[in-house]
């Protein structure tokens, strides 16, 4: 199917876990992102990657990893999990020359 | 659906009145601003954007004023409908940084009353 989609939907792990969220467009665009979504904060930043094998740190990145060996995968892995990073996360993607981002439908992860 | 924020400022409108949301952004070098649409358990979804050198966008029953000297930015939604009830973000740009990040505000809820 076109478009952007994150797997999996829903996920429950344990502190200390390490635990991948994946992230899939179908368009090739060059960049793609990492949002967390929490109450009271609005969506941040976690990483970004202007294109396969180049990434870099946004507003919140610690305590996450990203990986971008294809254009079209970026997946957003988190190495030991703790209870802070329950949240839901969002998958973009854009296009070089535009600036509006297509979003995924969002991963709620709950750590316990 | 995830709850996006309880905090989040609310604005209840009757259907078929106009919405205003507001925006204040913090970047005077910013100079692209998106609007943005989320429904319960859903991303957010493009509605209408503007550059730094528009005052004034016009779309399908939305309409986006910018105000650079306050840096102020709203989004306008004619004849409310259910339908539009969601929580509305609005977004910064800088376009010849690097990296096409956007900057998200808190957002806020739009509740539309039958």
């Known amino acids: 199917d076109a478009g952007i989609t994150q797997s999996p939907r829903y996920k429950i792990t344990e502190t200390g876990r390490q635990v991948t969220l994946m992230c899939h467009q179908t368009?090739?665009?060059?960049?793609m992102f990492w949002y967390r979504q929490d109450l009271g904060h609005g969506l941040r930043l976690i990483y970004y990657?202007?294109?396969?094998?180049?990434?870099d740190k946004g507003e919140v990145p610690d305590g996450y990893v990203v990986s971008r060996s294809k254009t079209e995968n970026f997946p957003l892995t988190l190495e030991s999990a703790t209870r802070s990073q329950t949240s839901v996360y969002f998958c973009?993607?854009?296009?070089?020359?535009?600036?509006?981002?297509?979003f995924g439908s969002g991963t709620r992860l709950t750590v316990v | 659906g995830e709850s996006v924020g309880l905090h989040l400022p609310t604005l209840s409108v009757q259907e078929g009145d106009n919405s205003i949301i507001n925006c204040a952004y913090s970047?005077?070098?910013?100079?692209?601003f998106i609007w943005y649409k989320q429904e319960s358990g859903k991303g957010p979804q493009f509605i209408i954007d503007?550059?730094?050198?528009?005052d004034k966008r016009q779309g399908q029953r939305v309409t986006v004023l910018l105000n650079k000297t306050v840096k102020h930015l709203s989004l306008q939604i004619a004849a409310t409908q259910p339908g539009d009830s969601a929580v509305y973000f609005c977004?910064?740009?800088?376009?010849?940084?690097?990296?096409?990040?956007?900057?998200f505000g808190g957002g806020t809820r739009v509740l539309v009353k039958p």
């Open positions: 368009w090739s665009h060059s960049y």
């Open positions: 977004a910064e740009n800088i376009s010849k940084a690097a990296g096409n990040k956007l900057t």
């Open positions: 503007i550059r730094s050198n528009m």
């Open positions: 990657s202007a294109a396969a094998d180049i990434t």
């Open positions: 970047n005077s070098a910013s100079d692209y």
């Open positions: 973009a993607s854009s296009a070089i020359g535009t600036y509006g981002y297509t």
